[in-house]
C-alpha cells in the first residue's frame, strides 16, 4: 500500500525559508509526475510546482522563490520555499502520478500547513 507522508511545514515570518519533504512508502513501478499543490481558505487547490522526466514547472506567484527536486534513491519530493510571503499561506499537498495510472490515477498526502506571518 503505498502512502505519502509529508513534513516540514510551521510557522515562519515573512521573508523566511522552509523546505517541504514527502516521503513514499510502499511500492510504484515508475513515476510520471510529482507536484505540489497548496490550498488556502476560500480558495480552489492549486498546483505550485511539479517535476518530470521533462523537467520543472512553476506557478507564476512562486518562479524565482520555490525550488522543486526529486531524490529517487530515497523516493522522496522536496519543495524548497524561500522568501516567503503571507500569501503563500495554506495547506500544501503532495501528489504522485504513476506511470501506468491503473489501477490508481494518482497519490495525495495527508498535507501540511504552512503559515507566512507579516
Do not use: H
Amino acid at each position: 500500500q503505498v502512502q505519502l507522508v509529508e513534513s516540514g511545514g510551521g510557522l515562519v515570518q515573512a521573508g523566511g525559508s522552509l523546505r517541504l519533504s514527502c516521503a513514499t512508502s510502499g511500492s510504484i513501478a515508475g513515476i510520471r509526475f510529482s507536484g505540489w499543490y497548496r490550498q488556502a481558505p476560500g480558495k480552489q487547490r492549486e498546483l505550485v510546482a511539479s517535476i518530470t522526466s521533462g523537467g520543472t514547472n512553476y506557478a507564476d506567484s512562486v518562479k524565482g522563490r520555490f525550488t522543486i527536486s526529486r531524490d529517487n534513491a530515497k523516493n522522496t519530493v522536496y519543495l524548497q520555499m524561500n522568501s516567503l510571503k503571507p500569501e503563500d499561506t495554506a495547506v500544501y499537498y503532495c501528489n504522485i502520478r504513476p506511470i501506468v495510472p491503473v489501477p490508481v490515477y494518482d497519490y495525495w498526502g495527508q498535507g501540511t500547513q504552512v503559515t507566512v506571518s507579516s
